[in-house]
């Protein structure tokens, strides 16, 4: 982060200081949220959250090397040594500071918007772009109004570039967060159904995702998915150039001859003979890594390089990992699910290759609104359609999946409701065995991973037995 005075802090979020800031040759070098991970020099800002309020913890702010504060209540105590900056709303306050410092970054700002694979493709584009260039990415799912400017305050002043992720679950969030980090690149992977309850229907999905243009830079590059007229339709007004890439052969970049394995994900570029290697499983991620070569081609990677970083790719956690656990294969993709993912999740698990039974674990999909039973229903049958040997659902709301995917056809086949995870968990070590697959995918809050830990559980009791005996 380019150091910057209090004072300037103070103009560029609108406040009001609480006090005289004084002669300091100090300068804020960090912006921190948490007094858990403080940065010597940093401003801290007092968030008020569901368990914890930061106005509480000024003096370990004080203490942990804060230089100065940003709060928008008078607090219960406040620090004789702490410079405070007061606000209306210390969330908006973190926008207008990233705003004022992403003005100042000299790099290529990219961001990433869309229902699914935003994380995915974050780290793609990352792995496309540092063979050659320097640059950051957000960590995890820094996508929100706290997120984003965490990741904008992060950036050094000498890299090349800056990849965003920029998420939303009800109307106006993504216009925010475009307003905050100004794309001069924009990619929106694709929209579906996803948090209904904020916005609506799938219309109001690409209303939403296609705000990010609102605040780019005209000359800029927009990336979308042209697999979705309606989407195109949605960005048309964006005067800068535009790539659409995705499986049609109406796409820029059109991925063709894709192949799956449980190492990862090979492709062409329609028109090149060249094949491409992804280590990310999954039909889907090859379309996510065309946008990913646009990026980098638009940056003036030599194409060679892309390919080769491309190679090099991570997957994020929770995101179609593929583990091995006491014999048993975990396909762990539990960190979120919509019915677009969740249909992902069942075609990679359909296209591995497995020497035991293909199990699917699928808990309950949240904020899906008015469409919460038909999109249950929907995956029910989906499932019906797969390959499996065996169907675990669970949560109040996947109790639909399962009665869906009896009357879809898996009536033969060994189909079960359990009420939460560890319910789940406990039916499967009953029968579960070696050389099975195991796909894990639900919303976050159904909380899937507990099911591997128990796998894990029951193989280190085993190994214990064993000793022992």
Request: glycine residues 8%; contains cysteine; negative net charge.
């Amino acid at each position: 982060m380019q150091p910057m005075s209090i004072e300037q802090v103070c103009q560029a979020v609108f406040g009001r200081p609480l006090m005289e800031f004084g002669a300091s040759s100090r300068s804020i070098t960090a912006v921190c949220t948490d007094t858990r991970n403080l940065q010597s020099d940093c401003l801290f800002v007092a968030i008020a959250g569901e368990k914890f309020d930061g106005h509480e913890y000024l003096a370990q702010a004080a203490a942990g090397g804060a230089i100065a504060a940003m709060i928008d209540r008078w607090p219960r105590e406040l620090p004789a040594s702490l410079p405070c900056i007061q606000v209306p709303n210390t969330r908006r306050g973190m926008g207008h500071l990233a705003k004022f410092v992403r003005d100042r970054l000299n790099c290529t700002v990219v961001a990433v918007a869309g229902s699914n694979g935003k994380t995915s493709t974050k780290r793609l584009i990352d792995a496309a772009l540092r063979t050659e260039l320097t640059g950051s990415i957000s960590p995890k799912s820094f996508n929100n109004e706290i997120g984003v400017p965490l990741a904008i305050f992060a950036a050094e002043a000498d890299d090349d570039y800056l990849v965003l992720e920029l998420g939303t679950n009800h109307h106006g969030e993504i216009a925010v967060l475009s307003n905050i980090s100004r794309p001069d690149i924009a990619v929106i992977t694709n929209c579906a159904e996803e948090h209904l309850e904020g916005l609506d229907d799938l219309d109001g999905v690409r209303a939403e995702n296609s705000s990010i243009i609102s605040s780019m830079n005209g000359d800029g590059m927009l990336i979308v998915n042209g697999d979705d007229p309606e989407l195109l339709k949605s960005v048309e007004e964006f005067p800068g150039q535009r790539v659409t890439f995705g499986l049609a052969s109406t796409n820029d970049l059109v991925a063709s001859d894709v192949t799956c394995s449980s190492s990862g994900t090979t492709f062409r570029i329609k028109g090149d003979r060249k094949k491409i290697f992804i280590p990310l499983l999954g039909r889907h991620n090859a379309v996510n890594a065309l946008a990913a070569i646009a990026v980098g081609r638009r940056m003036d990677v030599p194409e060679d390089q892309i390919i080769a970083g491309l190679a090099d790719a991570t997957a994020a956690d929770m995101r179609l990992q593929l583990t091995t656990v006491n014999g048993i294969t975990i396909l762990n993709d539990a960190y979120n699910a919509n019915p677009a993912s969740m249909r992902a999740a069942l075609e990679t698990l359909c296209l591995l290759s497995v020497t035991g039974r293909r199990v699917a674990v699928l808990g309950e999909m949240r904020e899906l609104g008015e469409f919460t039973e038909s999109a249950h229903r929907q995956i029910g049958l989906a499932a019906a359609a797969c390959p499996l040997d065996a169907l675990l659902c669970v949560g109040p709301m996947a109790r639909t999946i399962a009665d869906s995917a009896v009357a879809g056809g898996m009536a033969g086949r060994l189909v079960s409701w359990h009420p939460d995870a560890n319910s789940a968990a406990s039916a499967m070590m009953q029968w579960l065995d070696n050389g099975d697959v195991v796909l894990l995918k639900a919303s976050r809050a159904v909380g899937l991973e507990q099911v591997m830990q128990s796998i894990a559980a029951a193989g280190e009791q085993r190994a214990r037995l064993k000793d022992a005996g």
